[in-house]
């Protein structure tokens, strides 16, 4: 008598797709990207009303989930939960890559730590454009996002006197002014600097110079959009 063989097969589990979304032009978005959130079975979205415009944009129907800085520690539990049961998931924040200055760094170490397997699309990202066309070295820099606003911003301004790799920042209208102040303390009015506004937007702008120059333009004109400012390192 031939005693059958049975056979187990490990539950497929889910992928976690980290979906970068446009920063200003909707052409920005890639046809991968809209297969994707179309193909899985739930989408994370930083805010749910600002994905959604998104999502009605490309005919996406799939089931919305809120995750963001506030609740991404409550939530990820749940979310590998159901990755590891065969779920795909897609996370996307209001614009950009997520984990870059954006929730995502949290859900992505959690899922990777459970061997779920993770894929971050390529696509829109605002201090790419922004460092490749000030002007300034691009083959090497640090990348700083948000300068802490209270504790710590000092002694960050003064460690980054000395880095000689061009650095980025990201910033808001209201405290741009302020801040290329705080850097023209630390690195020398005579620093060079970009800062580019509205990038992929119809009134996207580079203003370019010196600190000082750049800050003198901003006190004429009143800042407005999001800022990426990319600031020269210190010459050896």
């Known amino acids: 008598m031939v005693c059958p063989i049975l056979l187990t097969f490990a539950p497929r589990m889910g992928i976690l797709y980290i979906v970068p979304t446009p920063v200003g032009n909707m052409e920005d978005m890639t046809l991968r990207a809209i297969r994707t959130l179309k193909e899985v079975d739930l989408i994370l ?21 809120s995750h963001h800085k506030f609740n991404e520690h409550g939530t990820s539990a749940g979310i590998v939960e159901r990755l590891k049961a065969g779920q795909d998931i897609a996370l996307i ?9 954006d ?26 454009p922004a460092l490749v066309d000030s002007g300034l070295p691009c ?4 990348f700083e996002g948000f300068l802490p606003q209270k ?3 000092q002694t960050r301004l003064e460690r980054l006197s000395e880095e000689d790799r061009t650095m980025v920042f990201y910033e808001s209208p209201y405290r ?24 992929s937007k119809v009134h996207e702008e580079s203003v ?3 600190l000082s120059e750049v800050i003198a333009h901003f006190q004429e004109k009143e800042p407005r959009g999001e800022f990426v400012i990319v600031v020269a390192g210190k010459k050896g």
């Open 45 to 65: 979205a930083e805010d749910t009303r600002t994905s959604g415009v998104l999502l009605k944009h490309f005919d996406i129907k799939n089931h919305l989930m």
């Open 93 to 101: 924040s209001d614009a950009g890559t997520p984990g870059i200055s």
């Open 103 to 128: 929730p995502g760094f949290f859900l992505v170490r959690e899922a990777v730590a459970a061997g779920i397997t993770v894929q971050c699309l390529p696509g829109a990202t605002a201090f790419v």
């Open 139 to 142: 083959d090497r820099f640090v």
């Open 151 to 153: 504790k710590g911003r």
């Open 176 to 199: 741009v002014l302020k801040t290329l102040q705080q850097l023209a303390e630390h690195f020398g009015s005579d620093r060079l600097v970009s800062c580019c506004r509205e990038i």
């Open 208 to 210: 370019r110079g010196t």
